[in-house]
């Protein structure tokens, strides 16, 4: 098969358009949220984190209706190990960060349960739409929970407390709800148009090299889907908010799992790939148990982002290596 010049004219315009989409869902999301007085906590672990969890969704639902379950499963197992991986790596030698305790007590083993949860529904092969039903019905009570205990601890903050948050907030209180309902519905679109292009590239360029659906989708695809949680991460890293840039990683991959996956296998049955139960969702469970050993005394410092990064490598060269 010869290489079409124009998949990779589709790529590149979708890997762009994922990023500007997701960029504008997300501020739009967050502005609404502030315009109808959500807590900024909420905000980071949900909105932000589900916001920029739509471009793997959109991917990986195309997928799937397309016929090509190893991306639609590829990416999101991907997404996970590049979002510990790679965007915490990386934001972590931007700045070091510091891990309250509830990430260690709550969040943290939430998504290690629900990585361990993927091992066991995909273990027979496949993702029933029972499972998938499972699967959203757990993130909507992750969701309710999560906002049941910020509100709660918000009620519980001091004064002081809160005048220091709402001076940290970087959303301006002066929202224009019409133009922010706007931008949400226009990021939504380019996303859904960018989703498309990127897996068409993706999978015609991968038939024509003779290279495995599977690893475009947990590399390349997977890096491309995770592009606004890489923008939201080091920016957060930059304003040395590091709780936003770890709330965003952990609330995406339970978001990854739970709901798209969920939805994707609730719409139509998933077949997962054996090299998926074998080795990529492992390591995906690896990632994510060595990143909770690493925060155990709360910081996660630059020779850890160091070491998750150098990680994030050695999983891509194993990913194209013959296997």
């Known amino acids: 098969m010869i290489l079409d010049p124009l998949d990779f004219v589709r790529i590149v315009v979708g890997l762009v358009g994922l990023f500007i989409g997701g960029d504008w869902l997300v501020k739009g999301a967050a502005r609404l949220a502030a315009a109808f007085k959500i807590s900024p906590l909420v905000i980071g672990l949900t909105i932000v984190a589900y916001g920029t969890g ?5 991917v990986s639902v195309q997928a ?12 999101i197992v991907g997404s996970n190990i590049s979002n510990t991986g790679l965007i915490l790596g990386a934001s972590a030698l931007i700045y070091p960060m510091v891990v309250h305790g509830q990430f260690l007590r709550r969040e943290l083993p939430i998504m290690i349960g629900v990585s361990v949860s993927l091992l066991l529904c995909a273990a027979d092969g496949t993702l029933s739409q029972l499972e998938g039903l499972l699967f959203v019905i757990g993130l909507a009570i992750f969701t309710v929970i999560s906002y049941w205990l910020a509100r709660r601890e918000r009620q519980q903050m001091t004064q002081e407390a809160l005048e220091f948050e ?21 990021g939504i679109g380019v996303l859904v148009v960018a989703s498309d292009w990127l897996v068409a590239g993706a999978s015609n360029i991968a038939r024509a090299l003779g290279v495995s659906e599977l ?5 390349l695809v997977a890096v491309g889907t995770s592009l606004p949680e890489l923008a939201t991460s080091l920016v ?6 590091s709780e936003i840039a770890i709330g965003n990683v952990v609330g995406s991959n339970i978001f990854n799992i739970l709901g798209i996956l969920g939805v994707t296998a609730a719409l139509r049955p998933v077949t997962v790939n054996p090299q998926l139960i074998r080795a990529d969702i492992p390591i ?3 990632f994510a148990g060595v990143l909770f050993v ?8 630059r020779w850890k982002g160091g070491l998750l990064l150098l990680g994030y490598v050695a999983f891509v060269t194993y990913a194209f290596l013959p296997r």
Request: charged share 20%; glycine share 12%.
């Open 284 to 286: 995906m469970i690896g």
């Open 64 to 75: 799937a209706l397309r016929g090509s379950a190893d991306i639609a499963t590829g990416n």
């Open 236 to 241: 957060a890293a930059f304003r040395k908010e």
């Open 294 to 301: 690493l925060v155990l005394n709360g910081r996660l410092s």
């Open 215 to 219: 690893v475009i989708g947990i590399t």
């Open 166 to 186: 709402a001076e940290r907030s970087i959303i301006d209180g002066r929202v224009n709800i019409l133009i922010e309902i706007g931008r949400v519905l226009v």
């Open 54 to 58: 739509v471009p793997e969704m959109l």
